[in-house]
């Protein structure tokens, strides 16, 4: 009999929930950068071994602001935490404990049955790795921890061991060699946005989305798809094309090419840059762009 059980990733902004799913499926499924709030959508990536399947979730950074664009990436933790077998709780050990660590800790206290805990950035020069295990242990006794870097993927394996050993016996939910379950245009999307954050500085990250417009599959098997790459101000826009349309076009390129690596058929995009006020702010913008 195998083992199956959904897990969910939960953790601060930043703290390398995103990463870990990518190293533990191998591949691009959820993007990454240095910006706090990045992910903004519970995204599946499913890991199968001889044990059984793990399907993780990963989850937007929990973050304690009222804005409207904050709340409603809370309410999809929130929710993940309800539909899971699982909750892989990954912490940043190169940052201090504040207030976001204890309002996560106060929601995750009634659930020591079902946590594991990721102690992430061992790697790095600044890791507090012994000091953040004090801080665990008495709020978080009985609970299984394991040091990882998400990154260098050390520990990944173990983490994954202690996984199974928590989960229940079940059917394979997905075949074997599936790793994401995400449509084709909202995985394009996010590769899009993220290649736009990493080109943009300050708030601008934050105002950036990406939305699916049209796309085409040519008799040669090329994908031509277009998106518009949504900002919140006429001033963002002129920074998101750039001189020349230099930055619009090397988020293309570089969108691309990471799309080279992911999908079996050839992909062209076409960016437009739109403006859409306060989109964080407004319901019907919102939906489109979190779900
Ligand atoms: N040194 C080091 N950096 C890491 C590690 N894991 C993640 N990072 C870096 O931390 C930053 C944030 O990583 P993400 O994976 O996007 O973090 P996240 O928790 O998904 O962030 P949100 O989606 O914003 O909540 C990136 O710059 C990563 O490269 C790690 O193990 N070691
Ligand atoms: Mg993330």
Redesign the pocket.
């Given at each position: 009999m195998t083992k199956s059980a959904f897990v969910a990733i939960v953790?601060r902004?930043?703290?390398?929930?995103?990463?870990?799913l990518n190293t533990l499926c191998g591949a691009k499924v959820?993007i990454?950068?240095?910006v706090?709030?990045?992910?903004r959508n519970s995204i599946r990536g499913i890991v199968t071994r001889p044990q059984g399947q793990l399907i993780f979730v990963?989850t937007?950074?929990f973050h304690l602001s009222d804005k409207k664009f904050n709340l409603k990436l809370r309410d999809i933790v929130l929710q993940s935490l309800s539909e899971v077998d699982i909750i892989l709780y990954?912490l940043d050990a190169t940052r201090e404990q504040g207030k976001e660590e204890e309002a996560i800790i106060e929601i995750l206290s009634k659930e020591a049955n079902r946590i594991v805990i990721a102690i992430?950035?061992i790697?790095?020069p600044e890791a507090k790795t012994l000091s953040l295990e004090e801080f665990l242990a008495p709020r978080f006794a009985g609970v299984q921890r394991v040091t990882?870097?998400?990154?260098?993927h050390t520990n990944v394996d173990a983490l994954v061991d202690v996984l199974f050993k928590l989960a229940p016996e079940g059917p394979l939910w997905y075949p074997e060699d599936i790793y994401t379950d995400q449509e084709p245009t909202f995985r394009i999307a996010e590769i899009i946005r993220e290649k736009a954050m990493l080109h943009t500085r300050d708030e601008l990250p934050h105002a950036i989305a990406v939305v699916y417009r049209e796309s085409s599959k040519r008799g040669d098997g090329v994908l031509f798809a277009r998106f518009d790459v949504i900002v919140e101000r006429d001033s963002q826009k002129a920074i998101v094309i750039g001189r020349k349309g230099s930055v619009i076009q090397r988020i293309r390129e570089e969108a691309e090419a990471d799309l080279k690596e992911l999908f079996e058929y050839p992909i062209k995009l076409q960016l437009q840059v739109a403006v859409d006020a306060d989109w964080r702010k407004n319901d019907s913008s919102l939906s489109k762009m979190i779900f």
């Open positions: 953790g902004p930043s703290s390398g929930k995103s990463t870990l959820s990454v950068s240095p706090p709030q990045t992910t990963d937007p950074g990954v992430n950035k790697d790095h990882i870097s998400a990154l260098k």
